[in-house]
């Protein structure tokens, strides 16, 4: 289990030098905000961790706000293909909402659980065009999630006593929560310890019992 754990940091330290210093920056910028929080984002802690002078990090992007910009962005435009996919490729409601959820655990572990906290980060702070950013990204999201639902109970297979805007916005919330939580532990292993447990846990809630 070490080894194969010294391959993959090996790896993902080779995979990082391939990347441009556009990349690199992005990077780097999420990883201080999720693990040293906003307060230690700057150009130059981004610069010393990266060998290069703050001045050059503005040659990739004109302000500090525009790489947090980039950085919710791809999270939340990626989160939005995953849903969309899965609702597309869902025969009924329960097997999408399944996997819209298999989509969000596969994008929390590949992120290592930074964009959740970055999103929750920003959206306390005074950035009033990020803060839009993650707002209308929530508000596309429920909506989409929430339709599922309502489809579902039309169907037949999900209880008709919900609130459907609750339960939309838990589901990414509890994304989150698991993200939270993996940061507590010290980041070890992988931030869905069992995904089958996961998924049966949300979904048995919601499923109808009637005959």
């Known amino acids: 289990m070490k080894v194969l754990r010294a391959q993959g940091a090996e790896l993902r330290v080779r995979f990082f030098a391939m990347l441009s210093t556009r990349e690199k920056i992005i990077k780097v910028g999420a990883q201080i905000i999720a693990h040293e929080g ?4 700057t150009a130059k802690k981004i610069g010393e961790k990266l060998g290069i002078s703050d001045a050059a990090i503005f040659k990739h992007f004109p302000t500090m706000d525009s790489i947090v910009e980039e950085i919710i962005s791809r999270y939340t435009n990626e989160c939005m293909r995953r849903t969309d996919e899965a609702i597309g490729r869902g025969s009924n409601a329960v097997e999408k909402l399944e996997l819209i959820i298999e989509g969000h ?11 959740p906290v970055l999103c929750f980060e920003f ?11 993650i707002s209308d990204f929530l508000n596309t999201y429920a909506k989409k999630v ?3 639902i309502q489809e579902g109970m039309q169907e037949g297979l999900i209880r008709n006593d919900i609130d459907i805007e609750e339960v939309s916005f838990s589901l990414i919330g509890l994304m989150q929560a698991k993200a939270f939580q993996w940061f507590i532990r010290g980041r070890k292993g992988r931030i869905v310890k069992d995904r089958e447990s996961l998924k049966r846990m949300i979904l048995e809630g919601l499923i109808s019992r009637q005959p």
């Open 105 to 115: 655990i596969d994008l929390l572990e590949e992120t290592r659980g930074i964009s």
């Open 123 to 133: 959206s306390r702070s005074n950035k009033r065009k990020i803060k839009k950013m």
């Open 146 to 148: 929430g339709n599922v």
């Open 38 to 41: 906003l307060r230690m984002f």
